[in-house]
């Protein structure tokens, strides 16, 4: 799986994350409960998580993709990944 494949699987899992906080702020809205807003406590946590993952690939992009096409075109030539890169790979 290639870190493109990674971003666009990390841009759908925020998209989920904001749907279980949105979820989780009407469950708080409706029914204002300690155990309500430790759900949406944990929601809002996970959302910046995802969202702090992106960011960091955003202000990337640039660098990621030229190390994907370095990539392609060393396996291409050599059949093994470039030895080196300037961004890490994105971890799943």
């Not at 990674?6 to 409706?30: F, G, K, P």
Request: include cysteine; aromatic fraction near 6%; charged fraction near 25%.
């Amino acid at each position: 799986m290639t870190d493109w494949d990674l971003i666009v699987e990390q841009i759908q899992n925020a998209m989920q994350a904001v749907d279980q906080a949105h979820e989780a702020s009407e469950n708080l809205r409706n029914q204002a409960t300690p155990e309500t807003f430790d759900e949406f406590t944990m929601h809002m946590q996970e959302l910046c998580e995802h969202l702090s993952a992106l960011k960091k690939v955003m202000e990337h992009t640039s660098t990621y993709a030229m190390d994907e096409l370095v990539d392609a075109l060393s396996q291409m030539q050599s059949g093994k990944s470039a030895a080196y890169r300037r961004t890490q790979h994105i971890e799943p």
